[in-house]
């Protein structure tokens, strides 16, 4: 420690004083630091595998409806037509 005004005392925390008791230290995870690491490339993955294993789920019952409609909507069309204004008197009774 120095004596008199000016004099170097040493690097801040070693200035020749006895060590603080009761003093913690706690470390960071490297898991933690770098929480992010890959996520993007992971979401994307993840999203395609989920994607993948729900299609049918979607794919099937949109394919039914698709075809309902389109069918339906050809018969609409052919009851305005010259051939089907008999059949459209007959449903629309």
């Not at 004596?3 to 960071?28: C, D, E, F, I, R």
């Not at 992010?36 to 409806?65: C, D, H, M, W």
């Not at 008999?86 to 449903?91: A, D, F, Q, Y």
């Amino acid at each position: 420690m120095g004596g008199h005004p000016g004099a170097y005392m040493g690097w801040w925390g070693s200035m020749g004083s006895p060590t603080q008791k009761y003093l913690n230290t706690y470390t960071v995870s490297p898991y933690a630091q770098s929480a992010l690491k890959g996520s993007l490339e992971r979401a994307f993955f993840n999203s395609f595998r989920r994607f993948t294993s729900q299609i049918l789920y979607i794919a099937v019952p949109g394919v039914v409806v698709w075809e309902i409609w389109v069918k339906n909507r050809d018969y609409n069309h052919y009851l305005y037509t010259k051939a089907g204004r008999e059949e459209l008197e007959r449903v629309n009774v």
